[in-house]
C-alpha cells in the first residue's frame, strides 16, 4: 500500500490578539488561518482531518448567542474559501469524503461538516460528552456551536479506541489507529479543549504530524512559548494543555524529520 498523501489547507481565517496568543507578543490584531488537512488515503480516498469554517458555523454566528463568538474572533471566509469549494476545484465531490477526523469540536474546526454528507466521523468520545448537553451561552463559552453538528452526527461518529502506542511514536504512549492499517495515527493532546487529537501521518517523505490546537504556531509547536494567561484561563483543562503541549515538543525533537502543521499558522516545509 502506498502511503497517505498530506494537503495542509486552510478554510478562512480570524482575527485575533496577538498578545493573547502568545505571552510577550505586540497587542495587535492578527488574522490565523482556520487550518484543516486533506489527507489522500491510497484506500480511503479523500479523508479531511477538520474542516476549518464553513457556511453552518457562519450561520450560527449571526445569531445570538453565536454572534457572541464572533465578536470575540471575528471570521474572515469566502464563498470560495471552504472545504467544500476547494475540493470540489480538485475534483472531489461531497459524497467522496467518507471519513472526518475531528480534532475537537471548536467552530472554526467543524464549522464544514455539515456540507459532507456521507462522511463517518472520527474522535475521541471525551471530546463530545462534555459538550453533548451545552446549548446557548454555556456552549458559545466552550467555543462550541451546536448548530455545527449535522442533527445525525451521534449516529455517524465513531469513537476512537486508544491502545498502547508502537515503540516508535514515544513519548506517546497511547494512541488510535484510525483505520486499523497504520497508515493514520491518532495521538491525545487534550486541555485545550475536552479530548483533542492531534495525527502522526507516515509520508513518504518523512512522518507529518498534524498537531491541530496544542500550540498557536509552529513555534511554539517545537520550543516553549506559552500564551498569554488570558488565553490559558479559556482552556478547557490547563495542567493537561501544559502537558499535551511538552508531550508534542519531546515527540518532535525525537523525529528531526518530521513536519508540523498547526491548525492557526502556515504548514511547516520539510525539513
Ligand atoms: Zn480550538
Redesign the pocket.
Same mark, same amino acid.
Given at each position: 500500500m502506498s502511503p497517505v498523501r498530506v494537503i495542509p489547507l486552510q478554510a478562512g481565517d480570524c482575527l485575533n490578539l496577538a498578545a493573547i496568543t502568545e505571552r510577550g507578543a505586540p497587542w495587535r490584531v492578527q488574522a490565523y488561518p482556520a487550518g484543516f488537512a486533506l489527507l489522500l488515503h491510497p484506500l480511503h480516498g479523500p479523508v479531511l482531518f477538520d474542516t476549518g469554517y464553513g457556511a453552518p458555523a457562519l450561520q450560527a454566528m449571526r445569531r445570538w448567542p453565536g454572534v457572541l463568538y464572533g465578536l470575540v474572533t471575528p471570521v474572515r471566509l469566502r464563498p470560495q474559501d471552504t472545504a467544500r469549494a476547494q475540493l470540489a476545484v480538485m475534483g472531489f465531490a461531497p459524497q467522496e469524503v467518507r471519513h472526518i477526523i475531528v480534532s =475537537?469540536l =471548536?467552530a472554526? =474546526?467543524v464549522g464544514g461538516l455539515r456540507d459532507f454528507p456521507h462522511a463517518t466521523f472520527h474522535l475521541d468520545r471525551a471530546a463530545y460528552e462534555p459538550l453533548r448537553p451545552l446549548r446557548g451561552l454555556k456552549a458559545v463559552r466552550r #467555543?462550541f456551536l451546536p448548530e455545527t453538528l449535522p442533527g445525525d452526527f451521534e449516529a455517524r461518529a465513531r469513537w476512537l479506541t486508544f491502545q498502547a502506542a508502537p515503540a516508535e511514536l514515544a513519548p506517546f504512549s497511547q494512541v488510535a489507529d484510525v483505520f486499523g492499517d497504520g497508515s493514520v495515527w491518532a495521538a491525545p493532546l487534550p486541555g =485545550? #479543549?475536552p479530548g483533542m487529537v492531534g495525527l502522526l501521518v507516515p509520508e513518504a517523505r518523512g512522518l507529518t504530524v498534524l498537531a491541530a490546537?496544542a500550540a498557536w504556531s509552529v513555534r511554539a509547536a517545537r520550543e516553549v512559548h506559552p500564551p498569554h494567561p488570558l488565553a490559558r484561563a479559556a482552556f478547557f483543562d490547563p495542567a493537561q494543555e501544559e502537558a499535551s503541549g511538552a508531550r508534542l515538543r519531546a515527540f518532535l525533537k525525537a523525529h528531526p524529520g518530521a513536519r508540523v502543521q498547526v491548525s492557526h499558522d502556515a504548514p511547516e516545509s520539510w525539513p
Open positions: =475537537h =471548536h472554526d =474546526h #467555543a =485545550h #479543549a490546537d
